[in-house]
């Protein structure tokens, strides 16, 4: 990659987890809105539920979650109460009318539950909810939290896939970002997962982290392949201590350059690849045979708040403060304060306080750059196909990149629209071109590498 063509895709642009992004939401679609959306899904409808556990026993500095440090488990388990109180209120809305495909377990960290508590909120969410019998649970895993009791709980609700937090295993690197954790103790909870049946496991990795290198990277990778997980994601560090401050702890002196950030996750995707995982979307890695894998090369690859998935239900319920639920009409997000939250949901309440309705331009939009996200590649008859005239506008304006665009972001293939190779690590930029927000926005984001 040219340095100079590097410098003018590198900017700041969102990360398209969703379209359009949340700073776009508005108050506009509140718990009223939220309510009759739930009420509208049909007997037929797959859905999936996020659960989020916004509590730490400790704080890292580079993260950039909604969550808070606790050294008391009394906020937790009031917290809890209030989240019962939410799951009972959203099943006596959807009752009869979905069926749970999926269910995920984010943080902050759900793993600091004890594993009692972990054992009964499996247990609430099976009795409100009718689950598929192959119903998938994931759950982020911080492996210093883990102990066998927590293992053990993890299998009783029936987790299928196993996230564990790695970030770097350089002692160094750790102390800069406050979150030591050796390599042993990543192992032995990865050993202990799949004592339990657990096949599938995914790791994060992160680059551009402070004292990072090339080498340091690289090093991570290898260590980390030695554990043979399913997946992994290869996320490049987000410093953005205006919007975190916890961020503020890491002096910005200790962060590699652009230049640097680009080398340290080209060659840790190499190294990855080159031990037989497939690249999938921007950042993630499967085994061949993964179902990530699979929906990838089947073109049924999708994106949402968690990255890269394979699940297909159109409804996402987010539960818990700052979660954000997804239906055809929409997006809508919780009170991000855990106390207003609270009472928000207390005697049957809906804490939605944002969100947006969905237009028919935004629809066609957000198709486009979810397709480049997962695929780096669109097909102008599925296009005009799926969105008609509001498709056929968006075909003119990416026949225009195709053909006049110098910097060759999209090129014609066939019938296909499709990002060039050497294009690809700067996808998120391309995705910029087609969101009609980005340059009338005031938000501010990470950098695209």
């Known amino acids: 990659m040219r340095p100079e063509l590097a410098a003018r895709l590198g900017e700041n642009v969102p990360r398209y987890t969703s379209y359009p992004t949340a700073p776009h939401f508005h108050a506009g679609v509140d718990a009223a809105v939220y309510r009759g959306w739930l009420e509208a899904l049909e007997s037929g409808d797959e859905i999936s539920l996020y659960l989020h556990i916004p509590y730490c026993d400790r704080l890292c500095w580079f993260c950039a979650c909604h969550t808070k440090q606790t050294r008391h488990y009394e906020p937790v388990s009031a917290y809890l109460r209030t989240l019962r109180t939410e799951i009972a209120t959203i099943a006596s809305?959807?009752?009869?009318?979905?069926?749970?495909r999926a269910v995920h377990f984010g943080g902050g960290s759900p793993t600091m539950?004890?594993?009692?508590?972990?054992?009964?909120?499996?247990?609430?969410?099976?009795?409100?909810?009718?689950f598929l019998p192959?119903?998938?649970?994931?759950?982020e895993i911080e492996p210093n939290d883990m102990d066998e009791a927590r293992l053990d709980a993890l299998a009783e609700i029936g987790m299928t896939r196993a996230s564990l937090g790695v970030q770097d295993f350089d002692s160094k690197v750790q102390k800069a970002i406050n979150r030591?954790?050796?390599?042993?103790?990543?192992?032995?909870?990865?050993?202990?997962?799949?004592?339990?049946?657990?096949?599938?496991?995914?790791?994060?990795?992160?680059?551009?982290?402070?004292?990072?290198?090339?080498?340091?990277?690289?090093?991570?990778?290898?260590?980390?392949l030695t554990l043979e997980p399913d997946r992994m994601a290869l996320f490049g560090y987000a410093h953005v201590p205006w919007f975190k401050k916890n961020q503020t702890m890491i002096d910005e002196a200790w962060l590699?350059?652009?230049?640097?950030?680009?080398?340290?996750?080209?060659?840790?995707?190499?190294?990855?690849?080159?031990?037989?995982?497939?690249?999938?979307?921007?950042?993630?890695?499967?085994?061949?045979?993964?179902?990530?894998?699979?929906?990838?090369r089947a073109g049924t690859l999708r994106r949402d708040f968690q990255g890269y998935t394979e699940d297909r239900s159109e409804t996402l319920i987010g539960l818990g403060p700052s979660s954000i639920s997804q239906f055809r009409q929409g997006y809508a997000q919780n009170m991000p304060s855990t106390a207003e939250y609270g009472r928000m949901v207390a005697d049957g309440g809906l804490a939605g306080v944002r969100g947006i309705v969905l237009?028919?331009?935004?629809?066609?939009?957000?198709?486009?750059i979810e397709r480049l996200m997962c695929d780096f590649a669109f097909s102008a008859i599925d296009l005009v196909?799926?969105?008609?005239?509001?498709?056929?506008?968006?075909?003119?304006?990416?026949?225009?990149?195709?053909?006049?665009?110098?910097?060759?972001?999209?090129?014609?293939?066939?019938e296909s629209f499709v990002v060039p190779a050497e294009r690809r690590p700067f996808v998120r930029s391309i995705a910029a071109k087609f969101d009609k927000y980005f340059e009338s926005g005031t938000a501010r984001h990470s950098v695209a590498i």
């Open 359 to 368: 237009s028919d331009d935004d629809r066609v939009r957000g198709w486009i």
């Open 385 to 414: 196909e799926r969105f008609g005239s509001a498709g056929q506008r968006l075909l003119l304006q990416s026949s225009s990149m195709a053909l006049n665009d110098p910097l060759r972001l999209l090129e014609l293939d066939g």
């Open 93 to 100: 809305l959807v009752s009869g009318k979905g069926r749970v």
């Open 134 to 139: 192959d119903a998938k649970i994931s759950v």
């Open 113 to 130: 539950l004890k594993p009692e508590d972990m054992v009964a909120l499996g247990t609430v969410l099976r009795d409100s909810f009718d």
């Open 256 to 296: 590699p350059g652009p230049a640097e950030r680009f080398a340290q996750s080209q060659l840790a995707a190499r190294a990855i690849v080159d031990k037989g995982y497939e690249a999938i979307g921007l950042d993630h890695f499967a085994k061949p045979g993964d179902a990530l894998a699979l929906a990838s």
């Open 180 to 224: 030591e954790q050796s390599f042993l103790q990543t192992k032995t909870v990865v050993d202990g997962v799949r004592s339990r049946g657990v096949e599938s496991i995914n790791l994060d990795l992160l680059y551009g982290l402070p004292h990072q290198t090339r080498e340091s990277v690289c090093s991570t990778i290898a260590q980390a």
